[in-house]
T-cell receptor, first 115, second 115 residues
Framework: AQKVTQAQTEISVVEKEDVTLDCVYE???????LFWYKQPPSGELVFLIR??????QNEISGRYSWNFQKSTSSFNFTITASQVVDSAVYFC????????????FGAGTRLTVKP | DVKVTQSSRYLVKRTGEKVFLECVQD?????MFWYRQDPGLGLRLIYF???????EKGDIPEGYSVSREKKERFSLILESASTNQTSMYLC??????????????FGPGTRLTVL
């Protein structure tokens, strides 16, 4: 069975600080996909990144970076030089390629960036 | 611009009422999903559909049913609303693609309150 754990319920930082959001997953499949979504106060989930299980390269997109480590079943998300607009709930999610095609979400981490 | 729309942003209903939540996507996606989002629990899958007239139960289908008569529309039905169904309901869609497992696109959500 697939499972995603986001142990950090809430994080509060001051603007310009770096912050890392943790995500640990469980799956029996060798082929799977990991995702991060952002949910701003408006409520609509915004897709940030998808990573398949065969691609362990870390990725950087502007101030965002992702660290995928299969050895520890983790897919952590770092925001560098955080800004107030980064305040949102962030969800990590997992889909097994040969399962029901559904997606398992973590409980989410609420990030508050204070000016 | 891709779009998933939901019929209402806010809805207030009384216990025992039949409630319809509508979701429409304009991306010609095969797969559509209904989630509910509750604090501390993340998103939980209620039902999904991988084709017209096809449906599959998710993790928490009790008290809900769905209908997919047209490819672009996926309806969630609460046969007899109860107070424990007060929640945020999110609809999503995703293309099928074999080896390519794309992200889900989400609607803005419907915040349902059952009194």
């Amino acid at each position: 069975a697939q499972k995603v754990t986001q142990a950090q319920t809430e994080i509060s930082v001051v603007e310009k600080e770096d912050v890392t959001l943790d995500c640990v997953y469980e799956t029996r499949d060798t082929t799977y996909y990991l995702f991060w979504y952002k949910q701003p106060p408006s409520g609509e989930l915004v897709f940030l990144i998808r990573r398949n299980s065969f691609d362990e390269q870390n990725e950087i997109s502007g101030r965002y970076s992702w660290n995928f480590q299969k050895s520890t079943s983790s897919f952590n998300f770092t925001i560098t030089a955080s800004q107030v607009v980064d305040s949102a709930v962030y969800f990590c999610a997992l889909s097994e390629a040969w399962g029901n095609n559904d997606m398992r979400f973590g409980a989410g981490t609420r990030l508050t960036v204070k000016p | 611009d891709v779009k998933v729309t939901q019929s209402s942003r806010y809805l207030v209903k009384r216990t025992g009422e039949k409630v319809f939540l509508e979701c429409v996507q304009d991306m010609d996606h095969e797969n559509m999903f209904w989630y509910r989002q509750d604090p501390g629990l993340g998103l939980r899958l209620i039902y999904f559909s991988y084709d017209v007239k096809m449906k599959e139960k998710g993790d928490i289908p009790e008290g809900y049913s769905v209908s997919r008569e047209k490819k672009e529309r996926f309806s969630l039905i609460l046969e007899s609303a109860s107070t424990n169904q007060t929640s945020m309901y999110l609809c999503a869609s995703r293309a099928s693609g074999g080896a390519f497992f794309g992200e889900q696109f989400f609607g803005p959500g419907t915040r349902l309150t059952v009194l």
